[in-house]
């Protein structure tokens, strides 16, 4: 059965390229370079006709949406002449996603985004073209007796007839081999053989109960469920509440109007025009009881504060000046705080928090998560942080900056049940916080996750001071400590001495110097019952960031050590070892027997898999799978083509292959990067006491 198309009009709005039906010509620009890429039309929606360097946040709803996206940015680099990444190009995913969308409608078996009928007729209008081009010159191959079309010359008529094809539909040349695509094809057409009649879709999201429906809002990113509530009416009914439950209130920099260079005495009044954007977003809230009530996330930032902190123009004479102003304005911020009574997460960013800010905040009975970057706390609200009434916070993050970073220490003290800490100070030696409120803190029993970023080797070392003389961490689960310097061995065996009386279950440690073995000597002792963990060197005392460096033994020495641990799952490490270098696949065609022209390489490849290439990054998990029966993945800091997946038979042989989607995301939850988060720890309601006023 084949499905007949109406006359089908290409409406995506792009630009016109003089090009076919199939593609519309598109200018990618990158600083004052400009770059033409065809946009292909074959894959099943307009929504595919957008620049290829375009970052897509949303979610990943569908077929190879994920893997898709993970090479937008190598793409970036590849159009500004990075020849190393011109193989990624994201157009190789949005092809295979055509050939498993059609493939789908037949097997009843698709993505996130359903099998409705518009998207099957979308689909079907250009396979039907598509296919046809393609098996046509399969049959002028057939008969002219051609079984590789690689083997001709480049100016055949039949190779110029496929790079024809891939330039109508793809844009470019090289992305598929023929072979590959005819598999492709084929495969599709044995589905549609095997059940005729497409497997539609009859219910829509709209079909769902209300109650669903609003579940399935609190579930998405506010970005999204904006974008929801707008496509129809009924969907905004239920959607409205929870559309707008995160708010941006910003004292905003107009960058776009911004006068260069700029005259320091023009501040004062661009700081001004600021104002008064936020007083009328501040009054609009306060009007709208409904909005505010729905309000759970809220970010309050002054941008012209961390402007004229880092401006080499805000000399002594213009600081103060600019400093009272924005000042003056913070107010606005306590005021919308005061509005949203059901704020659960509060991000405070380059504020002068005052005593009215402070008692605000300890009014908000579901507050759980607090995040404060780069702020100064008064001297009223410092009195008042030192009686004032505890909080139920569970999460708590402190940026710290060189001016009066002491004073924020005083926030610790509004949270006896503190769960997760998160400390970060860039470029100066931070503190501990000062002794006279060392006995007022009392969250260590409760602590659970602890994360120290970007600190100096001192600051490491002033921290554990105050560790020791606290009580024992008796329900920390998870430990980060990034350092952008190498930090001592003797440091760490301190640290370590620190977290051995902890129930310790993911460790990351990045940035030391020494060797690692006596490192992880130390670990695999005071710390053996491990399930995740990251270790990064310091190559030298330049290398400041987390990449590849060079560990002083063979890595089967560090192995070794993994024979103590006792339920070790993932570890990821920076050893540096040659990357996409020579494979050893040969050898297993002298035992296996090569590839022949009656056997396909897509055919041995879905036999084989990865082990067809594999390299070193993989072999180098081998040793540590031996000594660590417990292990399950093994990652060098190289990008997911380095994580390997581990697998045992019951005969005990150990097989290592590429990981899937699921297992890079166990390793990003249990040895992540230095950028990464653990997210929140969410109190239950009996750990939510209800606040004194």
């Not at 897509?56 to 090479?71: A, M, N, S, T, V």
């Not at 930090?487 to 065996?493: L, V």
Request: aromatic share 12%; proline share 6%; with cysteine.
């Amino acid at each position: 059965m084949k499905y007949q198309p109406s006359i089908w009009k290409h409406n995506s709005g792009l630009p016109s390229s003089g090009l076919p039906i199939f593609g519309d010509l598109i200018i990618l620009q990158f600083g004052k370079c400009r770059y033409s890429s065809i946009i292909p039309v074959i894959m099943e929606s307009e929504d595919e006709d957008k620049p290829l360097d375009e970052y897509d946040w949303g979610p990943k709803l569908r077929i190879f949406d994920k893997d898709e996206h993970e090479l937008i940015s190598f793409y970036r680099l590849a159009l500004q002449g990075e020849s190393a990444y011109d193989w990624a190009d994201p157009r190789f995913y949005r092809i295979l996603r055509f050939f498993r969308v059609v493939e789908g409608f037949y097997t009843g078996n698709l993505d996130l985004t359903g099998r409705h009928e518009p998207r099957y007729v979308s689909a079907m209008k250009r396979w039907n073209v598509y296919s046809e081009d393609v098996l046509e010159l399969e049959r002028t191959l057939k008969r002219d007796e051609v079984k590789d079309i690689s083997d001709l010359q480049p100016d055949h008529p039949l190779v110029m007839a496929w790079d024809k094809i891939q330039t109508k539909w793809y844009g470019k040349t090289g992305l598929f081999h023929l072979d590959t695509v005819l598999f492709n094809i084929h495969s599709v057409l044995e589905a549609i053989k095997s059940h005729p009649a497409p497997f539609l879709q009859r219910l829509t999201l709209t079909d769902l109960p209300p109650e669903i429906l609003y579940e399935i809002f609190l579930l998405l990113p506010p970005a999204d469920a904006r974008k929801l509530t707008a496509s129809c009416h009924d969907l905004k009914e239920i959607g409205l509440r929870v559309a707008f439950r995160s708010r941006a209130i910003r004292l905003n920099v107009d960058w776009d109007n911004l006068p260069k260079p700029l005259d320091p005495s023009a501040v004062p009044g661009l700081i001004k025009e600021a104002g008064e954007e936020l007083k009328s977003h501040v009054d609009f809230l306060q009007t709208r009881k409904d909005l505010a009530d729905e309000m759970t996330n809220m970010s309050l930032k002054d941008f012209w504060m961390e402007l004229v902190q880092r401006a080499d123009w805000a000399d002594e004479e213009w600081f103060p000046v600019y400093q009272e102003l924005l000042t003056s304005y913070h107010r606005l911020f306590s005021q919308v705080v005061a509005t949203a009574r059901h704020l659960q997460f509060l991000s405070i960013s380059f504020i002068s928090i005052d005593v009215t800010l402070i008692q605000h905040i300890s009014l908000l009975p579901q507050l759980y998560t607090l995040c404060v970057f780069s702020c100064t706390i008064s001297d009223d609200a410092q009195t008042l942080l030192h009686h004032c009434q505890s909080h139920p916070i569970t999460n708590l993050t402190l940026s710290f900056t060189q001016e009066d970073h002491l004073t924020m220490w005083c926030l610790l003290l509004i949270c006896p049940n503190l769960c997760n800490l998160t400390l970060i100070s860039v470029d100066f030696l931070l503190e501990e916080p000062p002794r006279d409120i060392w006995d007022k803190i009392t969250f260590f029993p409760s602590l659970q996750w602890l994360s120290l970023s970007y600190l100096w080797e001192g600051s490491l070392e002033n921290l554990l001071e105050w560790f020791m003389n606290q009580p024992p961490l008796h329900s920390l689960t998870r430990f980060k400590y990034h350092s952008q310097d190498g930090t001592s061995d003797q440091t760490i065996f301190s640290l370590i001495d620190v977290l051995a009386a902890a129930p310790l279950e993911i460790l990351v440690l990045h940035g030391f110097d020494g060797s690692g073995l006596e490192i992880l000597d130390r670990i695999t002792t005071q710390l053996p019952d491990l399930i995740g963990m990251a270790l990064h060197r310091r190559h030298n005392e330049r290398q400041r960031r987390d990449s590849l460096a060079d560990w002083p033994h063979p890595s089967a020495k560090y192995a070794e050590l993994f024979s103590r641990f006792t339920r070790l799952r993932h570890f990821r490490w920076n050893f540096r070892t040659p990357y996409l270098d020579g494979s050893p696949a040969s050898i297993v065609g002298f035992e296996e027997g090569f590839v022949t022209e009656d056997q396909k390489i897509e055919e041995r490849f879905q036999k084989q898999g990865p082990a067809l290439f594999f390299d070193d990054a993989y072999v180098l998990a081998l040793p540590f799978a031996a000594y660590c029966p417990t292990l399950k993945t093994h990652a060098v800091h190289i990008g997911h083509h380095a994580e390997s997946a581990i697998d045992r038979s019951a005969s005990g042989a150990i097989f290592v292959r590429q990981t899937n989607n699921e297992e890079r995301d166990l390793i990003d939850e249990y040895s992540p990067f230095v950028w990464s988060s653990w997210g929140a720890v969410i109190p239950g309601p009996a750990d939510r006491p209800n606040p004194s006023p």
